[in-house]
């Protein structure tokens, strides 16, 4: 029985021991550890813990890349032991890091490696009775975890005596999250908020001890971490990725049946077709263009046309098979979520015979709210799914087109934000729904749909209300597109900051004559202007005229979490990106 998120390794043991329960990618080779040895490891490292004077209710920050065995072991053991872990993403500025050490009163620090250290120390005043290890270090040094392993062997009942003392009501962990302004703060979960999560998606994900699935997102991500312990409980299989330059190798090395990704992830999968669509023979691009265009017509329902089925079947034996094999030939599902998934790519995958579904959740509700489910019926393209079991979604004040704030209710929701009360309250009604400042609507009955964050929503200087989100992710179905902000704000009408996919473009460039340079160059190249006018100009046209992009501005720099201008879950910073491209707004507006 799992009441604590530290149980899960039991109860995998218990139930369906898997002699590869963890496999661990680094350094050429994959390492893999039983259910057995999973457990003697958490054991160990709860013992070392311990003996660093980690105490329960202490809090331990930890700074992973991606996820390891090593990373879950310590995850697990901290918890364990009665301490509350506190994750922070690898690419935090380091006054975030020291926010987040001073306002947290963390007593241990463990980082991934000393090349990252670097990054942070040494730590300001204030922090210098900070223990400061690197989890990661081949060395023999003090500060080396790894010489600690060395140092303290194993002491399964001292641990187990620590794990007595663990309620689920118990803090297991405070996550920061990062927001799109302010100060990030400390989101309180619970053993107990963390493991009614668990049970409920448990059920609908098709995992067992015959699958596996593949891990290769960062693991201080909540979103990450709960399909961690959703695969661990389920007994499947899990391959953990440390170097995500050998992405594509693992895909043919593993074949896994399942796997977690951010939207930009298959988005990426997709223009890479494009790109290579482009190096082939004309008859070849014609026939991928073909199958492209059968698989967007892709609908999984009862009464599909015999000649749509046939062509189907063409377009899979083709094309979509050699595409799937590059993805390990035996996908079954892919789970999306922190950003919106694309309806037509859905589909596209769905054609494929891979079922991607997406979901809602946020770090506050531990995380998952709503999923587009694996059942028949049960999931809708272009929504996030219905509500998971146990979980109470409703629409606050709707509007006449049924919009209005996501409300959220459920025993995984968060008892609020680590010494900020006034904040706490804030966040949930007086009947204690929490206030998610998403907006969104119930379609098809039961099918959410996000429209937009709450704050993000601005009204033109004409008096018509835009959800730039959803524009966002109408102008992104253009290839072209591979980033884009909307901008309009007390401004007469819309404009847009665009950074083109500049290895598609490339690829157009060499089909029609244009010689190409460096895109710092090609953005103001003036066939490449008229190209993403084009593809403007048909997006435009399916949109009621207020919600047209005038005029837009091509910008050849990314936007990344480490320049500041995207949160860890990808998510705009709106107001940086404004003032980054000041002057090129104030232009757009200025010419027309």
């Known amino acids: 029985m799992i009441r604590r998120t530290f149980d899960i390794i039991d109860f995998q043991l218990e139930r369906h021991p898997n002699d590869r329960a963890l496999v661990s990618y680094s350094n050429g080779k994959w390492t893999p550890y039983s259910s057995t040895e999973s457990r003697d490891r958490i054991y160990q490292y709860g013992t070392i813990l311990l003996e660093l004077g980690i105490e329960k209710g202490d809090r331990v920050v930890i700074l992973p890349h991606l996820a390891s065995a090593d990373w879950i072991f310590l995850d697990l053991a901290i918890q ?126 098709p995992l067992d001890r015959r699958k596996t699935s593949l891990s290769f997102l960062p693991f201080s991500h909540i979103f990450e971490r709960m399909a961690i312990y959703v695969t661990i409980a389920s007994g499947a299989s899990l391959h953990l990725l440390v170097e995500r330059e050998y992405l594509e190798k693992a895909f043919r090395e593993v074949h896994p049946h399942f796997f977690t990704a951010v939207p930009r992830i298959i988005e990426k999968m997709y223009e890479r077709l494009l790109a290579l669509r482009g190096e082939n023979a004309s008859w070849r691009r014609q026939l991928i263009d073909w199958a492209l265009r059968v698989g967007q017509r892709y609908r999984d329902r009862p009464g599909t046309k015999f000649t749509y089925w046939i062509q189907l079947q063409l377009a899979r034996f083709l094309v979509f098979n050699q595409l799937k094999r590059n993805l390990g030939g035996r996908v079954e599902g892919i789970i999306v979520g922190a950003a919106h998934l694309q309806p037509q790519l859905g589909r596209l995958l769905a054609a494929m015979n891979i ?148 290895e598609l473009l490339e690829q157009w460039c060499k089909v029609h004559g244009i010689h190409w340079t460096s895109p710092r160059y090609m953005v103001l190249n003036l066939k490449v202007k008229e190209k993403m006018q084009e593809e403007i100009d048909l997006l435009n046209a399916l949109l009621p005229n207020f919600q047209n992009i005038r005029a837009f501005h091509l910008t050849d720099r990314e936007w990344t979490i480490s320049s500041g201008l995207l949160t860890y879950t990808l998510k705009l910073i709106r107001p940086q990106i404004l003032q980054a491209y000041q002057k090129d707004i104030d232009l757009l507006y200025k010419m027309s």
């Open 355 to 502: 079922r991607i579904r997406e979901g809602y959740g946020m770090t506050e509700t531990s995380p998952v709210i709503t999923l587009n489910q694996f059942r028949p019926g049960l999931y809708s393209f272009g929504t996030v799914g219905v509500p998971i079991p146990g979980v109470e979604v409703r629409i606050d004040q709707p509007d006449a087109a049924g919009e209005g704030e996501i409300l959220v209710r459920g025993p995984n929701v968060t008892r609020g934000y680590y010494k900020q009360d006034a904040v706490t309250r804030e966040v949930f009604t007086e009947d204690g729904w929490f206030r998610t400042g998403d907006v969104g609507k119930f379609v098809k009955k039961r099918f959410l749909q996000i429209t937009d964050r709450k704050k993000d929503i601005f009204k033109t200087s004409a008096g018509k209300y835009i959800a730039p989100q959803v524009l966002e992710n109408h102008f992104r179905q253009s290839a072209f597109i591979e980033q884009i902000m909307v901008v309009g704000f007390q401004r007469p009408y819309l404009t847009a900051i665009i950074k083109p996919n500049f």
């Open 80 to 205: 364990q032991v009665g301490a509350v872990v506190v994750p922070v993403h690898f690419t935090s500025q380091p006054d975030q890091l020291y926010h987040i050490l001073d306002h947290s009163e963390t007593k241990l620090c463990i980082v991934a490696d000393r090349t990252l250290g670097e990054r942070f120390l040494p730590p300001p005043e204030g922090l210098t009775e900070l223990q400061i290890f690197f989890l990661h270090d081949p060395s023999e040094r003090e500060d080396s975890f790894g010489s600690l392993l060395d140092r303290y062997p194993a002491q399964p009942d001292r641990v187990r005596a620590a794990a007595k003392q663990v309620s689920p009501e118990d803090l297991a962990a405070i996550i920061y999250t990062s927001g799109t302004t302010g100060i990030p703060k400390g989101v309180m979960l619970s053993h107990h908020n963390l493991v009614c999560n668990l049970q409920s998606v448990l059920p609908l994900v």
